[in-house]
T-cell receptor, first 108, second 118 residues
Framework: QKEVEQDPGPLSVPEGAIVSLNCTYS??????FMWYRQYSRKGPELLMY????GNKEDGRFTAQVDKSSKYISLFIRDSQPSDSATYLC????????FGAGTTVTVRA | DGGITQSPKYLFRKEGQNVTLSCEQN?????MYWYRQDPGQGLRLIYY???????QKGDIAEGYSVSREKKESFPLTVTSAQKNPTAFYLC?????????????????FGPGTRLTVL
């Protein structure tokens, strides 16, 4: 069983919609939770991170972590075509463990 | 410009051949990493190095080898023992190894090398 599970999608939404991405994890030792964005044929870049449970907001992006249910979420409000990418969740103990990535397409 | 570079971008290899992927960083980072990315599986850690002349196996090290003779360089050799080497390979670096991946210790990724075995 993978330590971080993520539905690979793909997910297609119209411009302006809210994108909701989710992951679950199994390792209770995880403390930091991250979301990476990866454009096609590029390396991932860190989008947001959260320490322990709670919410974190950055512009149109909101990351949520619920440690009691081992659930990680990312919401993108007012989605734009430039948000089309693969989004990977990750969590760490001594190393990063990544989800499979969800490919998102925002249609103009 | 500071950053992390990988070469080549595309690589083709015949079965039975060893091939070496290059990774260089000028960020003065101590830690460097190699990941493999396959469709639907996310990133899996192959090897990591916390400091020069030291490296540790990750989750899928079989069939791969690395060296860390210089701080800025961490080449990965894909050997003929790797049974399914066709994949997208990503190199990353961070200031140090722990805590992994946070904004204070972000892992910066290179652009990747796509390896295809013919």
């Amino acid at each position: 069983q993978k330590e971080v599970e993520q539905d690979p999608g793909p997910l297609s939404v119209p411009e302006g919609a809210i994108v909701s991405l989710n992951c679950t994890y199994s390792n209770s030792a995880f403390q930091y939770f991250m979301w990476y964005r990866q454009y096609s044929r590029k390396g991932p870049e860190l989008l947001m991170y959260t320490y322990s449970s709670g919410n974190k907001e950055d512009g149109r992006f909101t990351a949520q972590v619920d440690k009691s249910s081992k659930y990680i979420s990312l919401f993108i409000r007012d989605s734009q075509p430039s948000d089309s990418a693969t989004y990977l969740c990750a969590a760490n103990d001594y190393k990063l463990s990544f989800g499979a990535g969800t490919t998102v397409t925002v249609r103009a | 410009d500071g950053g992390i570079t990988q070469s080549p971008k595309y690589l083709f290899r015949k079965e039975g051949q060893n091939v070496t992927l290059s990774c260089e960083q000028n960020l003065n980072h101590d830690a460097m990493y190699w990941y493999r990315q396959d469709p639907g599986q996310g990133l899996r850690l192959i090897y990591y190095s916390q400091i020069v002349n030291d490296f540790q196996k990750g989750d899928i090290a079989e069939g791969y080898s690395v060296s860390r003779e210089k701080k800025e360089s961490f080449p990965l050799t894909v050997t003929s023992a790797q049974k399914n080497p066709t994949a997208f390979y990503l190199c990353a670096s961070s200031i140090d190894h722990l805590p992994a991946g946070t904004f204070d210790n972000e892992q910066f990724f290179g652009p990747g090398t796509r390896l295809t075995v013919l």
